[in-house]
């Protein structure tokens, strides 16, 4: 049960206001990627960078998919892929050899987005002598990518969440990904549909101490919040449509939005990515 003392306001570290924006540009422009990993901008939102057929057809192939899978109560949903979340190293591992292959496959398309994506940042990490490249273990790689699509019934879709906590879970101290934390983590998400209304994302002006995320018990889980904590949290509502790519310091709570409703669906491509050294940028899901 929640008790009153968990339920104080969260405290933490939240940006200036020329930090706490979503800079909006009409193209995909990988700069603006490296000021996330950086932290010099809390998001970037690229409107339209996913034109509506190439989105169209990807969504379709995971609709279709007889690899799509059910999440659990932590995050309702459908996915593809592997993710990381309060698991060990070797589950995760086992499950992204078996997802890759699978997500190659999904991802064979024209004008596949993540290439684009992941070909643009890696030239402009090389200006800087970096590259971008799946987390490793004892030669064995993180996987490639997630789809998702969230289906939570309650006040969110996807509760209020911080994607760095996991990055300290002892169970994957031994993972490269362990080496990123403490750096800004830049979630990548590129929206495949998202018809009608609703599916904001929600993202509060937050980095939660370690003294908030303990008493809470979501030091390495960093999900969920309760949204009593964060009423008085600065706070924006991203709109996001279909083709839209948006990267975020993920470090920030954030949550999503249910649809208005029930019958619609919001699908995203999603990773991570966040610099392990100053020369490599590690990615996973
Ligand atoms: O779907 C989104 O916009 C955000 C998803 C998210 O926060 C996550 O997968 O951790
Ligand atoms: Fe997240």
Redesign the pocket.
Same mark, same amino acid.
């Given at each position: 049960m929640t008790s009153s003392l968990s339920l104080r306001p969260i405290t933490g570290w939240s940006g200036n206001k020329d930090y706490f924006t979503f800079r909006e540009y009409d193209k995909f422009d990988p700069e603006a990627v490296i000021d996330v990993l950086d932290g010099k901008v809390a998001g970037v939102m690229f409107r339209g960078m996913v034109a509506p057929e190439v989105a169209a057809n990807i969504s379709q192939r995971f609709w279709d998919s007889p690899h799509r899978k059910v999440r659990g109560v932590e #995050?309702p949903g459908y996915y593809i892929g592997a993710?990381t979340w309060n698991k060990p190293t070797g589950q995760y591992l086992d499950e992204a050899e078996e997802a890759n292959p699978i997500l190659r496959d999904l991802l064979d398309v024209p004008n596949d987005p993540m290439k684009e994506f992941y070909a643009g940042l890696g030239s402009s990490l090389a200006k800087r002598g970096a590259v971008v490249r799946p987390a490793e273990h004892e030669g064995r790689s993180a996987a490639i990518a997630?789809f /998702?699509s969230?289906h939570g019934r309650g006040a969110f #879709?996807?509760e209020p969440?911080d994607?760095d906590s996991q990055c300290s879970d002892p169970q994957m101290a031994d993972f490269e990904r362990n080496r990123v934390f403490g750096n800004p983590i830049a #979630?990548l998400?590129i929206?495949l549909e998202n018809e009608g209304g609703g599916?904001r994302?929600v993202y509060w002006n937050i980095q939660p101490d370690l003294e908030s995320k303990r008493r809470l018990g979501v030091e390495y889980t960093g999900s969920p919040y309760p949204h009593e904590c964060l009423v008085d949290v600065e706070s924006k509502w991203?709109d996001?449509h279909a083709g839209d790519v948006?990267v975020?310091n993920?470090a920030h709570v954030? #949550?999503?939005e249910p649809n208005t409703t029930e019958r619609q669906t /919001?699908t995203?491509l999603?990773a991570?990515m966040a610099y392990a050294d100053p020369q490599n940028v590690v990615t996973w899901?």
């Open positions: #995050a993710y997630l /998702r969230w #879709a996807l969440h994607d #979630a998400n929206c599916g994302l991203i996001v948006y975020f993920g954030h #949550a999503v /919001r995203t999603a991570m899901s």
